[in-house]
């Protein structure tokens, strides 16, 4: 008879290798469980698109969990609260602009939205270069991330995808390697990457949104990775943009994928 800590041991090896196998291959890859990206990932995982989230840290949430320096609420304009509400994420109006929201909640909400929409999320998992073939970005080259950091020399495996979405948040670590590493131009105004500018909520909210877009064949930007791509204002703890970005990536990507 089997022992209980054998089951134990097949249940996990046998269902992680059937999810990751069965997302070798994606329509959408996702790097980084932020704002921006969990909410493209649940609206893409609705409207029928096969995603995967990768992200570096244990916990996704990017930077939601915190607050204003360490003060667990964050703040969004009214139409924002909307989209949360979508998720089942209780706001509190604030004023005639405004809802508090309880960032813990939020962060969660966010995770279990794309989880439940079908998004599957693979926690840390870092992705450290992408696949360009042809002129079109066609996939995610992940290592586990203490293998990472650790330093290890241990090569990558590759997962495919149609569309890639860098939510990597201020360093847009995959565009960096899109421009730094594959040497690619980009929709941007100098090609390349103009580097976040500094405090300014109302432009960076606005622009977050504006800088959304498809920036090279398969390759798309969202949240502060797209404001940091085409300079625009960083913003704090407010976090419309983020949402609304994450629905205007999805809605972009959508309609490509359709075409
Ligand atoms: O930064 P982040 O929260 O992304 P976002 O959607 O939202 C930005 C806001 O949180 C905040 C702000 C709002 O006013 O300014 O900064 O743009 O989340 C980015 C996630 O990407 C992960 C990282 O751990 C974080 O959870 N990440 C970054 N690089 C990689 C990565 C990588 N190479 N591979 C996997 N995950």
Wanted: a negative charge.
């Amino acid at each position: 008879m089997k022992v209980m800590e054998e089951t134990i041991s097949g249940a996990i090896v046998r269902r992680f290798f059937n999810k990751l196998e069965q997302n070798l291959s994606v329509d959408v890859a996702i790097v980084g469980g932020g704002p921006s990206g969990l909410v493209a990932a649940r609206d893409l995982a609705l409207a029928g698109y096969k995603v995967a989230i990768f992200e570096s840290k244990l916990a996704p949430g990017g930077g939601t969990w915190g607050g204003g320096m360490l003060m667990n609420e964050v703040v969004v304009q009214n139409d924002a609260a909307e989209i949360l509400h979508e998720f089942n994420i209780t706001t509190v109006p604030f004023d005639e602009h405004y809802h508090t929201v309880d960032s813990v909640e939020m962060a969660a909400g966010l995770i279990f939205g794309a989880r439940k929409a079908g998004a599957v999320i693979f926690n840390a998992i870092k992705v450290e270069d992408i696949a360009i073939h042809e002129g079109r970005v066609c996939g995610v080259v992940i290592n586990w991330n203490p293998v990472v950091r650790l330093d290890m020399h241990v090569d990558p495996i590759v997962i495919t995808c149609r569309a890639l979405i860098d939510g990597t948040g201020h360093p847009s670590e995959i565009i960096n390697k899109a421009v730094h590493k594959a040497g690619v131009s980009i929709d941007s105004p100098t090609g390349g990457i103009l580097g976040e500018k500094p405090m300014w909520m109302e432009d960076g909210e606005r622009t977050t949104v504006e800088n959304t877009k498809r920036l090279y064949p398969g390759l798309y930007a969202s949240g502060m990775a797209a404001n940091n791509v085409q300079g625009g204002f960083r913003m704090g703890p407010i976090f419309g943009g983020m949402f609304k970005s994450g629905r205007k990536i999805a809605q972009i990507i959508a309609k490509d994928l359709e075409a």
